[in-house]
């Protein structure tokens, strides 16, 4: 055998990948002017974030049962519970509309006259950022406050649900719809006794997901005046007062946590049923 | 002979069952009461309806030079903060998994940094950025930058958990590095699902920077949110179609690419 047999064979190399890399570097050059940055502020971030980061830290460690600082860790904690109050409000609003659309939307319950316009309308629905729904229709119409908040947020979820609850559906097991169909149920009665037992933990697991999504949100819609937490970090940012925005924080932070986990373990019980079972991947978060 | 066996019992649902259930409803009577719910007024302001119908029938077209500049910014911001936050990703998730971090107490912090890292809406960083280097698009750049790295991060290193571990013991085997480890086993492996999940993310940050210009952050939710309070209805209308084609055409590319990626 000579060495020759040996030499490692060249790795293919498509012509138009490197085109294709070529062309988004060059844009991300071109996009790097576009966003003018400023790089002697960005020097300073470090100093700032320390200045600034110890400033929102010392309004933690203020007795917090004391006169002022009682009153801004109630006043950041109920500003929070009105944003979860409103990503409640809207998850369930996108619940109970994406649910009866995912039924129309499935190709396997839905005629295809149905189905496919439907989806048309889904991913538009999904494009469109919940902000826009919020400054356009709800705002103008409920006025500054969470409801505008729950009601964007509500539509807006809709695209997304939609399409997650269809796939469900989609993936469910065509013997259950066959059986009930074979008993000659109607329409109606296949989705009810065959496709809803079936979908209905996997699609409330989404709902769920998408309160967690919805919840951060809620902050964010509360920056362009829905209310809640984001309406009191953005007048608190304006005033630059750290340490009330540090106190905002971190009810953000810790309420996010527990609302998360307390959302996750039911979605897991919800998939995995009561008896302990062990998840690979919950094991290792 | 043949006895029809009675039908079974249903089983009764446990009162846990509706003990849980009726805490639900009660927290979301409480919730629907704390944000005062109420649908009437969508049904009252008939007229409303109409203008913004009428808006987005008709936009204002002659204003729409004037945002061409506006989303470009848009667009860069989403393009820079985007690669960027894929690149601090791929490096830090190597840190937030058990398959490729095996010092027990850095693995565990970096899990726990992150969960409080992701518990920050995008907008709270815009704002601490726009604090620390002043308004602008640099700021919405930057804070982009930390929203998107903490999503990428956290679906990598859930990706990285659940690598193959044939070519790990390899490596191991043949007596590579914690870095030839990763660089040989895990990048390759993990190659395709991080780039789109880089791709996704692209695609939400443009659809979020809408939202940074009301903090001062820059690109076309500046615009959208000076005409919306003069209530310009033609402008808004304008802003945001142009927008929705953005945000469309971008869903799009990044959808084929991610279909061509998956093959």
């Known amino acids: 055998m000579t060495a020759a047999g040996l030499v490692r064979p060249r790795r293919p190399r498509r012509r138009w990948l490197l085109a294709i890399e070529v062309a988004v570097v060059v844009l991300l050059v071109v996009a790097m002017w576009g966003i003018a940055p400023n790089w002697e502020r960005l020097a300073q971030a470090p100093e700032s974030l320390v200045r600034y980061g110890w400033l929102m830290i010392s309004g933690l460690f203020h007795n917090p049962f004391e006169a002022p600082w009682s009153a801004h860790w109630l ?64 705002m103008p119409l409920y006025g500054l406050g969470p409801l505008a908040g729950a009601l964007a947020l509500g539509i807006g979820s809709v695209g997304s649900l939609g399409k997650l609850s269809y796939e469900v559906i989609e993936g469910m097991a065509p013997q259950t719809i066959e059986a009930v169909r074979a008993t000659g149920a109607r329409p109606f009665q296949v989705v ?33 005046g829905a209310g809640g937490i984001g309406s009191l970090l953005k007048s608190h940012f304006q005033d630059r007062n750290w340490d009330q925005i540090g106190i905002g924080l971190a009810v953000v932070v810790i309420i996010t946590v527990i609302v998360d986990s307390i959302s996750a373990a039911t979605r897991h019980r919800i998939i995995a049923g009561g008896r302990v079972r062990p998840d690979p991947v919950a094991q290792l978060s | 002979m043949t006895t029809v066996a009675g039908r079974p019992r249903k089983p009764r649902t446990a009162w846990k069952v509706w003990a849980w259930l009726a805490v639900v409803a009660g927290l979301t009577v409480l919730a629907g009461w704390s944000i005062d719910f109420t649908l009437s007024p969508s049904i009252r302001n008939v007229d409303y309806w109409l203008r913004t119908i009428l808006a987005f029938i008709t936009p204002n077209w002659s204003y729409f030079p004037r945002i061409v500049e506006p989303l ?113 086993a895990v990048v390759p492996a993990i190659l395709p699902n991080f780039a789109s999940y880089a791709l996704y993310n692209f695609e939400s940050t443009v659809r979020a920077s809408v939202v940074l210009g009301y903090v001062g952050a820059g690109g076309v939710g500046t615009a959208l949110a000076v005409q919306s309070k003069a209530g310009n209805y033609e402008n808004v209308a304008m802003i945001v179609l142009a927008t929705l084609v953005l945000v469309i055409v971008i869903d799009a590319l990044s959808w084929l690419l991610r279909r061509w990626l998956s093959r």
């Open chain 1, 75 to 138: 006043a950041a904690i109920g500003q929070m519970l009105a944003s979860v109050a409103m990503a409640w409000i809207g998850t369930l609003i996108a619940a109970a509309l994406s649910l009866p659309l995912a039924f129309l939307a499935a190709s396997n319950v839905a005629p295809r006259w149905v189905v496919i316009p439907l989806r048309q309308v889904l991913n538009l629905l999904r494009s469109i950022p919940d902000v826009l729904f919020a400054i356009v229709i709800f």
């Open chain 1, 192 to 224: 009810r006794w065959g496709v809803l037992p079936q979908v209905m933990p996997e699609i409330v697991a989404f709902w769920l997901y998408r309160f967690e999504i919805n919840i951060r949100a809620g902050a964010i819609l509360g920056a362009i």
């Open chain 2, 72 to 184: 470009w910014v848009t667009f860069s911001i989403s393009l820079v903060a985007a690669a960027f936050a894929a690149l601090f990703a791929i490096v830090v998730a190597m840190l937030a998994s058990r398959v490729t971090m095996r010092i027990e107490w850095v693995y565990r912090l970096s899990r726990w940094v992150l969960a409080v890292w992701r518990s920050l809406p995008d907008v709270v960083w815009a704002m601490l950025f726009v604090a620390m280097v002043g308004s602008g698009p640099f700021a919405g750049t930057l804070a982009m930058i930390a929203f998107g790295f903490g999503i990428v991060v956290k679906l990598t290193a859930e990706t990285i958990d659940a690598v193959d571990r044939g070519p790990l013991d390899a490596v191991d085997a043949s007596g590579g590095t914690g870095f030839q480890r990763a660089r040989v």
